[in-house]
DNA sequence: TGTGATTATATCGTGTACGATGTAAAATTC
DNA sequence: GAATTTTACATCGTACACGATATAATCACA
């Protein structure tokens, strides 16, 4: 059994190894998005946008968990490197959709190394495959009952 | 096998739920806090000094991988609102030691809630609780190998 | 049909992250 | 022991995150 103390060193912590994982695992990716002039916030955009064109800033915004306030500083800088366009729709007024273009539709096939390269940097002696396919779909699980958890509050 | 367009699918992606629950996880920490009046990054630096107290910055940066040009804003915002004493070290004038403050001390006690306040969210239905003993195993074998190949890099 | 509630996005302020660079002290080398 | 290199922090600029709030368009319904 822990004591209270000991609860709260940082050895003990699940959040901590989550956040500075997560940090360097944005930092494998820089190197490589870099050369494609994105951030790693940017290359999840995109992510989304070359498996669905054309959708509004919400739509993303569901899919990355990412709030307006985030997003649109994000979209505009998008835009001003010609990645994406914003326009107000026609039958909404409210909402604002997103196309790539014809540059952001390119940049696909050179993004398209960019998994296997950070795929390849997650193998080592300690942790094997399955421990990362694990890993995955543990997050996952925790991602799908964090996102319930949000819903239900809105509720 | 995939496809190299699938492999740009989000859902195919292992670092984005990587990094949508660690933003998550950070969230599930502001309510409590807020009551301590301190930030997630900030209560990090606590855990740390709560363990060992007067280290110096790097020490710090050592533990919670995070630079100087993060920690020395962070640091002057603890000791602004007096969780915190900066001050440089006689013995190496280079060298700037952190130590806590009878106040930052005595904000242990109301912190060693936390952690099992925490833990009480991670359980549901879906994620059992040797996944997540799993899941903290895993990343931290994943941060003592991405720590390795920093240090390598720096050789 | 008007009017209050809801929705979709934007703005503002604060606090991280981090690459690049600066600076002064200490260590190393010649 | 002076010059060079390294170390320990700090500063600067850019880009997220996010709570709080604003605003305009749409919806709901009395």
């Given at each position: 059994m822990k004591t209270s103390q000991e609860s709260l060193w940082l050895e003990n912590q699940l959040c901590f190894p989550l956040y500075a994982v997560?940090?360097?695992?944005t930092k494998l990716y820089t190197p490589f998005l870099e050369k494609l002039d994105i951030t790693y916030p940017q290359y999840l955009v995109l992510l989304v946008l070359w498996k669905e064109d054309q959708i509004t800033v919400s739509d993303i915004s569901e899919q990355l968990y990412l709030e307006s306030n985030?997003?649109?500083?994000?979209l505009k800088r998008m835009e001003k490197k010609e990645l994406i366009c914003r326009e107000r729709s026609k039958e909404d007024e409210r909402k604002v959709v997103?196309?790539?273009t014809r540059k952001g539709q390119e940049l696909q096939k050179e993004a398209?190394?960019?998994?296997?390269?950070?795929?390849?940097?997650?193998?080592?002696?300690?942790v094997k495959a399955n421990e990362v396919v694990e890993l995955k779909l543990t997050l996952n699980k925790l991602l799908n009952m964090f996102d319930r958890k949000l819903s239900?509050?809105?509720?």
């Open positions: 997560s940090r360097m695992v985030t997003l649109t500083p994000l997103i196309a790539l398209e190394c960019v998994p296997t390269s950070i795929i390849e940097q997650f193998k080592s002696d300690d239900e509050k809105t509720v």
